[in-house]
């Protein structure tokens, strides 16, 4: 009868100590999900704010490269204006010079529309390599907390089993013993 409660006793232990590495198994995996689900989302939500900040960005250059264009046409037709103004108040006297002013000022007003063109262009270039650069640094930091929590998973399976080979380790020197007893 002794032999008999010693080992209903052992096995006892060992069953309580199986469920209770399975209890706190089950617990750390369930803490490690949470902070795996916090850590992308985290990452998610920096990806948005980041696209947000860049798209803000460009429609600001944008806008600031269409003013300038604006004003750059918008002076250059009022020089040519003047320059006309100028030319035909001075036309009997100086038809030839006021022709050349004309041009003058019309090849600049193209270099102008040009130049800001190009500026316009090289402001959205810009924003884009900013924007693509944002999100891929994201994903890097989104893939590396992934590749943590997979790791952390794996090091809690591992501890799991050998719980579970502790266990059941101890259950068999329990029987052994009450059989060699």
Not at 25 to 45: H, M, N, V
Not at 63 to 82: F, I, N, T, V
Not at 91 to 109: F, H, I, P
């Given at each position: 009868?002794?032999?008999?409660?010693?080992?209903?006793?052992?096995?006892?232990?060992?069953?309580?100590?199986?469920?209770?590495?399975?209890?706190?198994?089950?617990?750390?995996?369930?803490a490690?999900?949470?902070?795996?689900?916090?850590?992308?989302?985290?990452?998610?939500?920096?990806?948005?704010?980041?696209?947000?900040?860049?798209?803000?960005?460009?429609?600001?250059?944008?806008a600031?490269?269409?003013?300038?264009?604006?004003?750059?046409?918008?002076?250059?037709?009022?020089?040519?204006?003047?320059?006309?103004?100028?030319?035909?108040?001075?036309?009997?006297?100086?038809?030839?010079g006021?022709?050349?002013?004309?041009?003058?000022?019309?090849?600049?007003e193209?270099?102008?529309?040009?130049?800001?063109?190009?500026?316009k262009?090289?402001?959205?270039?810009?924003?884009?390599?900013?924007?693509?650069?944002?999100?891929?640094?994201?994903?890097s930091?989104?893939?590396?907390?992934?590749?943590?929590?997979n790791?952390?998973?794996?090091?809690?399976?591992?501890?799991?089993?050998?719980?579970?080979?502790?266990?059941?380790?101890?259950?068999?020197?329990?029987?052994?013993?009450?059989?060699?007893?």
């Amino acid at each position: 009868a002794a032999l008999e409660k010693a080992k209903q006793e052992g096995e006892q232990a060992a069953s309580a100590l199986r469920e209770k590495t399975k209890a706190e198994g089950l617990k750390t995996l369930a803490a490690l999900e949470k902070a795996k689900q916090d850590s992308e989302k985290a990452a998610q939500d920096r990806l948005a704010k980041s696209e947000q900040a860049a798209s803000d960005r460009l429609a600001k250059e944008l806008a600031a490269a269409e003013k300038s264009k604006q004003d750059q046409l918008a002076a250059a037709g009022k020089a040519r204006q003047e320059s006309e103004k100028a030319g035909q108040e001075h036309l009997s006297k100086s038809e030839q010079g006021a022709a050349a002013r004309a041009e003058k000022v019309k090849a600049e007003e193209n270099a102008k529309l040009v130049a800001a063109q190009k500026s316009k262009q090289d402001s959205e270039q810009a924003a884009e390599d900013r924007l693509i650069k944002s999100q891929k640094e994201a994903f890097s930091r989104m893939e590396k907390a992934k590749a943590e929590a997979n790791a952390k998973f794996a090091a809690l399976e591992k501890a799991k089993q050998e719980g579970e080979q502790a266990a059941s380790a101890l259950r068999e020197k329990t029987k052994a013993e009450g059989l060699k007893t």
